[in-house]
């Protein structure tokens, strides 16, 4: 069995990423590209399809096909509720690259649909996949760090604003550093918590660096005229059941702690950091403090300096097998839909100066 996919969106997180991964699996295969530059979808389509596959500039086209079987959706926040509720009404599977939406109330659109369709819907949130993701969410759900009360998700970067396509354009994006790479370390800690039930949010967002002109940046200097985004945020998340998260999220920020898509955990049993340039359990043992390293690398920027492992290969098998089997994807759209809402609080928290309840 063939699945036949669509990719939306031809831009870097679906070349970099999603066709690459897809490309090596023998049981897809990628019969249409659309992008609202031509030139992109047929690049796409030249380096990752057949000389069967189509190319579109409208996705309703697209989606309009009844021999495809699923659609990756990889264009900017703001459309990604749009094109994948048409998507999965047109009988369509998809995956969504992250962040689920550009507000909750998309997200939770986006969920009714698949609820409604009965078709499945997973957020592209690869750093699950990770192999000391997968080992830490083991331990996690095996019990050995005990009930985790304190979790810390990390997403710094020291100079590394990436200034093509809209990521500074806040009405495409709905934000900047917290919904690109915020997301994916809040993603992280909620998962190894095993903890979707926020209280309370309260958050503040920076305007700083940002304003900068000729600023040191790892993808050349940002024009501070279309720097419309954050360029740092910062979040103190209550859980219902006491338990805290912290969430520090930027594109540049005056730190020599840096790292991304990391997380750092506190238990009754033990604790767990991913920040040292690997994977570090610690605990207590018949009265003596304990700390095992686990070698693993944890990436830094995604897909730009390279990673021991290969997430997005493995997310997308993962994905693809939970179609074959009809299995529930690893990342569940009722667990991005939390994740969204608490970034959305940050920023509403951020906006009013006062904390954010959770109903």
């Not at 699996?25 to 069967?52: H, P, Q, Y």
């Not at 043992?285 to 690398?297: C, P, V």
Request: with cysteine; hydrophobic share 35%; charged share 25%.
């Amino acid at each position: 069995m063939t699945l036949k996919i669509g990719i939306i969106g031809c831009g870097g997180i679906a070349t970099n990423k999603h066709m690459p991964a897809l490309k090596q699996i023998d049981t897809v295969e990628m019969v249409a590209f659309c992008d609202l530059i031509v030139d992109r979808a047929e690049e796409a389509k030249e380096n990752f399809g057949t000389s069967e596959s189509e190319i579109y500039t409208d996705y309703r086209e697209l989606i309009a096909r009844e021999d495809l079987d699923l659609i990756h959706v990889c264009t900017p926040n703001s459309s990604h509720a749009e094109i994948s509720i048409a998507g999965m009404e047109a009988g369509k599977h998809v995956m969504c690259e992250k962040p689920m939406a550009k507000t909750s109330d998309e997200a939770r659109l986006m969920l009714e649909a698949a609820k409604r369709t009965g078709k499945k819907l997973t957020i592209g949130y690869q750093n699950r996949f990770r192999t000391d993701s997968d080992y830490l969410h083991a331990i996690c759900s095996e019990g050995e760090l005990g009930d985790i009360y304190l979790g810390k998700a990390h997403a710094i970067r020291r100079r590394a604003v990436p200034t093509w396509g809209v990521f500074l354009d806040e009405e495409a994006q709905g934000g900047g550093p917290l919904i690109d790479i915020g997301t994916h370390a809040l993603d992280l800690t909620l998962w190894m918590m095993n903890n979707y039930k926020p209280k309370y949010v309260v958050g503040n967002t920076y305007h700083k660096l940002g304003q900068m002109k000729d600023a040191a940046n790892a993808w050349g200097p940002w024009d501070p005229e279309k720097f419309t985004v954050e360029d740092s945020a910062f979040g103190f998340i209550t859980m219902e059941n006491g338990a805290t998260i912290t969430l520090e999220a930027s594109w540049a920020l005056n730190s020599r702690e840096i790292g991304e898509a990391m997380t750092t955990l506190s238990g009754t049993k033990g604790g767990a950091d991913m920040r040292d340039g690997g994977l570090t359990i610690n605990g207590e043992d018949h009265g003596l403090l304990y700390e095992r390293k686990i070698e693993l690398e944890t990436g830094g920027v995604d897909f730009y300096d390279g990673e021991g492992s290969d997430p997005a290969l493995t997310e997308a098998k993962s994905w693809i097998n939970a179609i074959v089997t009809d299995t529930d994807p690893v990342v569940k759209p009722e667990e991005a839909l939390v994740v969204t809402e608490i970034l959305e609080a940050i920023y509403k928290s951020a906006e009013t100066g006062q904390p954010v309840y959770f109903d």
